[in-house]
Each structure stands twice: as structure tokens, then as C-alpha cells.
């Protein structure tokens, strides 16, 4: 069964740091995987969907890499403004064989001006 | 191009009634999911269609949840009886297709409270 584990749960930090969130999946065989953001009572918003032929993806100050030995997937955020405060969620394929989505419990993070 | 719509947007009723919601997906889009959000979780997948036949509801509680998508477009998910632990987010996502490699959108989904 496919599992999502996201660190940290939760995240503090002052405006301008750069910060990795980490997200890990018990089943390595992933094809897809998206990382997501949820502002407080939203739906999630899109930020990168890494292919199964890919290995990063980049937007702006987003960049999110994906080793698929590990299963592991690390969101980048440089730069952070306060404005980036939002839950991040990531969600790849699984269990193999399937095209399920399997969401992490997120990080919550606050960029503090 | 016009997002995944959904409403309502807040819904509070007692246990044991019945709520109905509703999803316009993005047009030309032929994957329809619904997922529910606890607080605190990320969203689980509930159903899942492909136009209008339903590719996966393994995690459909069918006793008391039922949904359907008539001529491929719009979707309803029902709920009846409600039970305390049905309060959630319920999401409405699109996708072009189904398959790998098709980037899925939300929309901005119906907080359900159930007293």
C-alpha cells in the first residue's frame, strides 16, 4: 500500500530564506507526481507535475526534483516571501500499476516579513 | 479558461439527512475525481471517472455515498444519511485524461459540517 510521508509537518521561517520540503513514498515505482499548495479554506492549486520521464521540474522560485530509487521528492522554495505562507501537499501515483493519486498529510508553512 | 467549479461552497446539516454536491469540471476534460479532505489530511480519492463510467470507487463508502456523472460533464456526489465523521472538504479535480502525465485541477471544494 502507498504511503505519503511529508517533512516537516510544519514550518516557520523568516522572509528571504531558501527552504526544501520533503515528501517520501513507501512505493518507489511512481510515474506521476505534483506538488500542490492549499491556502486556509481553498482548493489546492497546481505548482509542478513531474512526468514519469522526468526527474525536476521549475517555476519561478519553485523547483522540485524527484529520484525515483529513493522515492523520494523535494520541493525548493527560494527566496521565500510571506506571501508563499500556504499548506504544500504532494501527491504521486500509486500503488504500481495504478494512476491513483496518494496526497501527503502536507507542511504548513508561515514566511514571517 | 474557466476553472473546476463547484458548489455549494459551505454546507452544515444533522446527521442522518442527506446532502447533495456538485462539480462542473474544465471543459474537454474527460477525468472527473472526487476526494474527500479531513482536517488535518491530505485529500482521499473517493471515486474516480472516465467520461461517464467510473474507473475506480474503491474507497467509495457505497452504503451511504453515491455519485454520478451524467453525459460525461457535470458530477453530483450525495451523501445519505450523513454520519459525524462525513464532515470534510469534499474536492472536485479534472484532469484531460486519466493516464500518466496529466496534471490534475482543483477546484475550490464544499466544507461539509454535519451536527
Known amino acids: 500500500k502507498q504511503e505519503v510521508t511529508q517533512i516537516p509537518a510544519a514550518l516557520s521561517v523568516p522572509e528571504g530564506e531558501n527552504l526544501v520540503l520533503n515528501c517520501s513514498f513507501t512505493?518507489?515505482?511512481?510515474?506521476?507526481l505534483q506538488w500542490f499548495r492549499q491556502d486556509p479554506g481553498k482548493g489546492l492549486t497546481s505548482l509542478l507535475l513531474?512526468?514519469?520521464?522526468?526527474r525536476e521540474q521549475t517555476s519561478g522560485r519553485l523547483n522540485a526534483s524527484l529520484d525515483k530509487s529513493s522515492g523520494r521528492s523535494t520541493l525548493y522554495i527560494a527566496a521565500s516571501q510571506p506571501g508563499d505562507s500556504a499548506t504544500y501537499l504532494c501527491?504521486?501515483?500509486?500503488?504500481?500499476?495504478?494512476?491513483?493519486?496518494?496526497f501527503g498529510t502536507g507542511t504548513r508553512l508561515k514566511v514571517l516579513a | 479558461e474557466a476553472g473546476v467549479a463547484q458548489s455549494p461552497r459551505y454546507k452544515i446539516i444533522e446527521k442522518r439527512q442527506s446532502v447533495a454536491f456538485w462539480c462542473n469540471p474544465i471543459?474537454?476534460?474527460?477525468?472527473l475525481y472526487w476526494y474527500q479532505q479531513i482536517l488535518g489530511q491530505g485529500p482521499k480519492l473517493l471515486i474516480q471517472?472516465?467520461?461517464?463510467?467510473?474507473?475506480?470507487d474503491s474507497q467509495l463508502p457505497k452504503d451511504r455515498f453515491s455519485a454520478e456523472r451524467l453525459k460525461g460533464v457535470d458530477s453530483t456526489l450525495k451523501i445519505q444519511p450523513a454520519k459525524l465523521e462525513d464532515s470534510a472538504v469534499y474536492l472536485c479535480?479534472?484532469?484531460?485524461?486519466?493516464?500518466?502525465?496529466?496534471?490534475?485541477?482543483f477546484g475550490p471544494g464544499t466544507r461539509l459540517t454535519v451536527t
Open positions: 479535480a479534472s484532469s484531460f485524461f486519466g493516464g500518466a502525465g496529466y496534471e490534475q485541477y
Open positions: 501527491a504521486g501515483t500509486g500503488p504500481s500499476g495504478t494512476y491513483k493519486y496518494i
Open positions: 512505493d518507489s515505482a511512481i510515474y506521476n
Open positions: 471517472f472516465q467520461n461517464n463510467g467510473v474507473v475506480d
Open positions: 513531474i512526468q514519469s520521464s522526468q
Open positions: 471543459s474537454g476534460h474527460a477525468t
